[in-house]
């Protein structure tokens, strides 16, 4: 049971870190060019409204499924255990 208490807080982790950071790093060049002009700080993809709408909503729907079953699994360990849960 532990190991999957790991797994799935690993995926917690991975699976953001690996969608961000390519959408962050690669953007420009799934698109083929960089729009940022220079003197200017933020995400590219900001500039596309479907991408970015896709994005917050599936990273909310992520962040609360994520949530959700770490916290079932947390609680599946402890009363295994015989702990009283609090």
């Known amino acids: 049971m532990i190991v999957q208490v790991l797994a799935m807080i690993s995926m917690t982790w991975i699976v953001p ?8 790093i690669g953007w420009q060049y799934f698109v083929g060019l960089r729009t940022v002009k220079p003197g200017q700080c933020y995400v590219q993809y900001m500039d596309d409204a479907i991408f970015n709408c896709l994005l917050q909503v599936s990273t909310v729907a992520f962040v609360i499924s994520a949530f959700v079953l770490t916290a079932t699994a947390d609680v599946t360990v402890v009363a295994r255990a015989g702990a009283p849960i609090v």
């Open 17 to 24: 870190i690996v969608v961000f950071f390519t959408s962050i």
